[in-house]
């Protein structure tokens, strides 16, 4: 089995930064991709970033020039950097792990922008 933890979520004003974080753990054997989805309640999940093992990263066009997503691969971690918050932004945010060709999901960690 693979575990994904998450952890780091919180409450910020807009324009603030905030950093996630992702922790694989368990039958991690050939872990490959990792990264981050977002969902508000009301609205579709949506794809935030993702980073294979080599360290090639995308992102998505909401959040481009404003998150970095970087792992590290000695502690199977994933990390979400925020910055320039915006309100929009409030989501549960999942990390995900693909390792033999099966997708894994974290728990969720909660992040919420003031205006």
């Known amino acids: 089995q693979v575990q994904l933890v998450e952890s780091g979520g919180g409450l910020v004003q807009a324009g603030g930064s905030l950093r996630v974080s992702c922790a694989a753990s368990?039958?991690?054997?050939?872990?490959?991709?990792m990264g981050w989805y977002r969902q508000d309640p009301g609205k579709q999940r949506e794809w935030v970033a993702g980073i294979s093992r080599d360290g090639s990263t995308n992102y998505a066009d909401s959040v481009k020039g404003r998150f970095t997503i970087s792992r590290d691969n000695a502690k199977n971690t994933v990390y979400l950097q925020m910055n320039s918050l915006k309100p929009e932004d409030k989501a549960v945010y999942y990390c995900?792990?693909?390792?033999?060709?099966?997708?894994?999901w974290g728990q969720g960690t909660q992040v919420t922008v003031s205006s």
């Open positions: 995900y792990a693909v390792v033999r060709a099966t997708i894994y």
């Open positions: 368990g039958n991690i054997f050939n872990l490959n991709t």
